[in-house]
């Protein structure tokens, strides 16, 4: 069956936006990208810091209320509803629920070819890049780093923390159908 969608799941500062745009390179035919960042930039304003919404706390624990999951689900259907029209897809994931966020995104895939792809990068790393970005509450990358992963099941996974960008890339692209 061919690959219709790509979720890369991994922590904040773990290298996946990084891989998402080699991705885009080195795969044969267009892929759309799309990612948590965007979901959360698209948010009203008032719900990005709200109890509703989603909070990040001082040490960069995230936590995120019902108005978040609601238009997480409808975000998630449609990104489903165009990978089911034709379009390629590739979603840049938290899974700040381990399984049960990835099980959300089952529920939305219906049949959809899909490749898991687990984003891991070693906590200090993940740190690093997380202060040198600027634009994280810092802990988030060391608070994120395995949580995300608690009981995931992949196709495949990468490893960012010795890896670049493009040699996750062509790793996961080898892999789609």
């Known amino acids: 069956m061919t690959t219709q969608m790509i979720i890369l799941n991994g922590g904040s500062s773990s290298g996946k936006t990084g891989i998402v745009r080699c991705l885009q390179a080195v795969l044969p035919d267009p892929w759309l990208a799309f990612g948590a960042d965007s979901f959360v930039d698209a948010m009203p304003a008032r719900m990005q810091a709200s109890d509703a919404g989603i909070e990040i706390a001082a040490d960069g624990r995230v936590s995120v209320g019902a108005e978040f999951r609601a238009l997480e689900a409808a975000w998630g259907e449609g990104i489903v509803a165009m990978a089911g029209a034709g379009a390629r897809i590739i979603v840049d994931e938290v899974f700040l629920g381990g399984a049960e966020s990835q099980q959300r995104w089952q529920k ?70």
Do not use: F, K
Request: net charge negative; hydrophobic share 45%; proline share 0%.
């Open 108 to 177: 939305a895939l219906g049949g959809l070819a899909v490749l898991w792809v687990g984003v891991r990068c070693e906590s200090d790393v993940a740190a690093g890049r997380e202060i040198a970005r600027g634009d994280r509450a810092w802990g988030m990358a060391a608070s994120q780093a395995d949580t995300v992963h608690q009981s995931v099941i992949y196709d495949l996974e990468v490893d960012t923390t010795r890896a670049e960008s493009l040699v996750c890339a062509r790793t996961i692209a080898a892999h789609v159908s």
